[in-house]
């Protein structure tokens, strides 16, 4: 392996080391997405079997919790997958540099910037997330009270 390779394959790590840790928190975004959908379909089935109108109101107060906790765990698994884009661009541009001697210096840097920015933003988002379903617990309990 020559220490031109070696070299190349050094400098792409940190990029492709970024992309599997931020694969880690995509996965727990993911499950976490697929468990609310989930509710929510449970509580639409409960809403259209049940008569009472105030049981009715609550299953609703509860779907909409929900979706708006689908709608921002949407955003944050968007913002880690375009950052997962821009690291993987990092990727290929340093391939690139180190087989036609190219500069990519600074389309690099400003693609680590955002691949960074973009998973504070999805964890920021996740924290939103996490407040969504404390207050659907909440409501949950107070109504069970």
Not at 1 to 26: Q, Y
Not at 73 to 99: D, F, R, W
Not at 122 to 144: D, G, H, K
């Amino acid at each position: 392996m020559s220490a031109e390779f070696e070299g190349v394959l050094r400098a792409a790590l940190t990029p492709v080391a970024l992309i599997s840790g931020v694969g880690l928190l995509l996965l727990s975004m993911i499950n976490r997405y697929h468990h609310a959908l989930n509710r929510v379909r449970q509580l639409m089935a409960e809403r259209s079997r049940t008569e009472d109108p105030h049981e009715r109101d609550r299953l609703s107060h509860s779907i909409q919790i929900i979706y708006r906790r689908c709608h921002v765990m949407k955003n944050a698994i968007l913002s880690i997958l375009t950052s997962i884009l821009a690291s993987s661009l990092i990727v290929l541009l340093t391939v690139i540099e180190g087989l036609w001697a190219l500069h990519f210096e600074p389309v690099k840097s400003l693609l680590l910037f955002v691949a960074v920015a973009l998973v504070g933003v999805a964890v920021v988002l996740f924290v939103f997330e996490v407040r969504y379903s404390l207050r659907a617990l909440q409501f949950e309990l107070e109504e069970a009270g």
